[in-house]
């Protein structure tokens, strides 16, 4: 699976928009972009998913670049509940679902 | 749905004690998995399972044994507890594995301490 680099940690002001960006740089044509997030040392929450088109669900939006060699994350209107661990993960389809997590960014949204 | 559910929520062991730890998903996942997080770290992949019969090993499997007897339970064996594998221990399920881009359901963990 392509590695991620993150940054280790974000700050965001409530109510504000958070971009959380990650790099995928050696992604291959089949591979998928997850985002979890981790709040406290809850299980990890799944957020979204995307190939190559970007998303958007009630939790956030995710946004692919053509080269899809990088993505962001955007929680439209932070919320102190946001404030979490944020993991980017690609994983090849049909490969057992083995997902690897890295280190994450520790986003902190501040009132 | 209770979703995946993982007991006991806490456990202290001492050295070479053996214990399981379980984990029980209602959803009719076929695939199963144990990650640890130690502080400061992502999770990494234990063992899984791609079904009732199959298991493999992930990244960090030394230590712990597995088995899959039923779609619904995969419980984590370790037979000789050491202070290394004090950590957060998650069990993740995902349905259906075909079709390839299904996201893992995580239960609340088990934290483990090995004194």
């Known amino acids: 699976d392509a590695k991620t680099t993150q940054p280790p940690s974000m700050d965001c002001a409530e109510g504000r928009a958070a971009n959380l960006p990650c790099n995928h740089s050696t992604i291959s044509g089949n591979e998928y972009v997850y985002w979890y997030r981790q709040i406290h040392s809850q299980g990890p929450q799944y957020i979204i998913h995307g190939l190559k088109n970007n998303e958007t669900n009630e939790m956030a939006s995710l946004i692919i670049t053509e080269d899809r060699k990088s993505s962001t994350l955007i929680l439209p209107h932070a919320t102190l509940r946001d404030t979490a661990v944020y993991y980017c993960i690609v994983r090849l389809p049909n490969t057992g679902n083995q997902f690897y997590f890295g280190t994450g960014t520790s986003l902190t949204v501040i009132p | 749905n209770a979703g995946v559910t993982q007991t006991p929520k806490f456990q202290v062991l001492k050295t070479g004690q053996s214990m399981t730890l379980q984990c029980a998903q209602d959803?009719?996942?076929?695939?199963m998995s144990w990650y640890r997080q130690d502080p400061g770290m992502g999770l990494r992949l234990i063992h899984y399972s791609v079904g009732a019969g199959i298991t493999d090993q992930g990244e960090v499997p030394n230590g712990y044994n597995v088995s899959r007897s039923t779609t619904e339970d995969f419980p984590l064996r370790l037979l000789s507890a050491a202070p290394s594998q004090t950590s957060v221990y998650f069990c993740?399920?995902?349905?259906?594995?075909?079709?390839?881009?299904?996201?893992?359901?995580f239960g609340n963990g088990t934290r483990l301490t090995v004194t």
């Open positions: 959803m009719n996942h076929e695939y």
């Open positions: 993740a399920s995902s349905y259906p594995l075909t079709g390839g881009n299904s996201p893992l359901h």
